[in-house]
C-alpha cells in the first residue's frame, strides 16, 4: 500500500465506536462497497445512485488539477477516485488498514496517496488542503465535533469542505443504533454541524430522505467580497 507516514496512532488506545471498530475487519472492508451502493435506496433516496451523487460532488465542488484535496474516511475509496478523476491530487486516509487495501485496489492507477489516520487528530499540518470529502464518517466517528474542527484546522482559507451524512430524524431506528452495543452512531442535526464549524459558511445543504449532502466554505480573513464570491 502506498501509504503516507504519519505520527503513530495505536488502535487498541483509540476509543472507537462499535461502528469504527466493524470496519478494522476485512470482511466489511471487501462488503462496503456494495452496501454504499445500495445503502442510499434503503435510506429513502431510492434515484439518488452513486453516479449521481458523483455529479453533484464535482457540480458544486469543481474539484480540479492543481487542488489538493483530502477524503476522510475514504473507506472503499469513492470520493476519492471522484477528486482523482476529476484531475485533483489526492490524500485518501482512514483508520482501518483493510479499507485502504479495498480502496487501494479499486481506485488503483490514479494516482491517489493513502494513509491509515485517527482524522480526530491527524497530525497533518494546518491549512494544507483546497478541499475535504467526508462520507458517512460523521456518523460513524467517537466524537463528531472534534472531527469538524480537525478537518476545518486542515483547510486553508478559500478551501472547502463537502459532507454526506444522516441527519437526525429522531426515529426509533437511529435511537438504536446510537446505543453503544449496536453500533454508536451519531446522528448530527445539520444546525448543530453548522454550529461546530464556525469558521466555514454553508453555501449549500441538500436533504434527500435522511441523507444530507453540504458543501462549507472557509472564508479568506478580511475579505468579505470572496466569502460572496463563492457562497
Known amino acids: 500500500m502506498n501509504a503516507m507516514p504519519g505520527p503513530p496512532q495505536h488502535q487498541e488506545n483509540l476509543n472507537l465506536t462499535l461502528a469504527q471498530r466493524s470496519n478494522l475487519w476485512p470482511p466489511t472492508a471487501r462488503a462496503y462497497h456494495a452496501w454504499r451502493a445500495r445503502s442510499l435506496r434503503l435510506l429513502g433516496a431510492p434515484g439518488l445512485t452513486l453516479a449521481r451523487e458523483a455529479a453533484l460532488l464535482r457540480a458544486l465542488c469543481r474539484p480540479g488539477p492543481g487542488q489538493q484535496w483530502l477524503d476522510a474516511g475514504t473507506s472503499s475509496g469513492f470520493y476519492a477516485g471522484v477528486l482523482a478523476r476529476a484531475g485533483a491530487e489526492v490524500l485518501a486516509a482512514d483508520l482501518s488498514a483493510p479499507m485502504l487495501q479495498e480502496a487501494q485496489r479499486r481506485q488503483r492507477g490514479l494516482?491517489?496517496?493513502?494513509?491509515?489516520?485517527?482524522?480526530?487528530?491527524s497530525g497533518l499540518p494546518a491549512h494544507r488542503f483546497d478541499g475535504v470529502t467526508v462520507g458517512a464518517t460523521l456518523n460513524e466517528t467517537h466524537d463528531p465535533a472534534r472531527?469538524?474542527?480537525?478537518?476545518?484546522?486542515?483547510?486553508?482559507?478559500?478551501?472547502q469542505l463537502w459532507l454526506m451524512y444522516l441527519r437526525r430524524t429522531a426515529g426509533p431506528l437511529q435511537a438504536a443504533l446510537a446505543r453503544p452495543a449496536l453500533g454508536g452512531l451519531s446522528f448530527p442535526d445539520p444546525a448543530w454541524v453548522a454550529r461546530a464549524l464556525p469558521g466555514l459558511r454553508l453555501t449549500h445543504g441538500l436533504n434527500v430522505g435522511a441523507v444530507r449532502f453540504e458543501r462549507h466554505y472557509k472564508a479568506v480573513e478580511g475579505n468579505p467580497q470572496e466569502l460572496c464570491k463563492n457562497a
Open 147 to 159: 472531527l469538524l474542527a480537525e478537518l476545518a484546522r486542515l483547510l486553508r482559507p478559500g478551501g
Open 111 to 121: 494516482g491517489i496517496q493513502w494513509a491509515q489516520l485517527n482524522l480526530e487528530a
